[in-house]
């Protein structure tokens, strides 16, 4: 079983910054981001394919978040930047063997993290 772990979660005032790290076994998976506000459903944010040369992002975030990641410590991050109100939710890390999963939403991706929340204030 693949375990995903997320952390850098946290509240920061609109406008802000903030870093998300997702642990990963010695994988050479496509991971990407999704999120999930109160009441809303889960949506794709950004992904990365395996060896990191190819990025894809939801028009939401394009030009704020950036997805990296290195695959010496097994670590997948997203820095997002001018955090606004609506990038409140729960943020999970996921993997998987397709990119097609995450740029054409072609299925579920095979391996999620357990989630870290985010909190945009004014």
């Known amino acids: 079983q693949v375990q995903l772990v997320e952390s850098g979660g946290g509240s920061v005032q609109a406008g802000g910054s903030l870093r998300l790290s997702c642990a990963a076994p010695?994988?050479?998976?496509?991971m990407g981001w999704f999120r999930q506000a109160p009441g809303k459903e889960r949506k794709f944010v950004a992904a990365?394919?395996?060896?990191?040369?190819?990025?894809y992002y939801a028009d939401s975030v394009k030009g704020r978040f950036t997805i990296s990641r290195d695959n010496a410590k097994n670590t997948e991050y997203l820095q997002m930047d001018s955090l606004k109100l609506e990038d409140t939710a729960v943020y999970y890390c996921?993997?998987?063997?397709?990119?097609?999963?995450?740029?054409?939403?072609?299925?579920?991706?095979?391996?999620w993290g357990q989630g870290t929340q985010v909190i945009v204030s004014s």
């Open positions: 990365i394919s395996s060896f990191g040369t190819s990025t």
């Open positions: 010695a994988l050479r998976y496509h």
């Open positions: 996921a993997a998987d063997r397709s990119w097609q999963t995450f740029t054409q939403a072609t299925g579920v991706p095979d391996y």
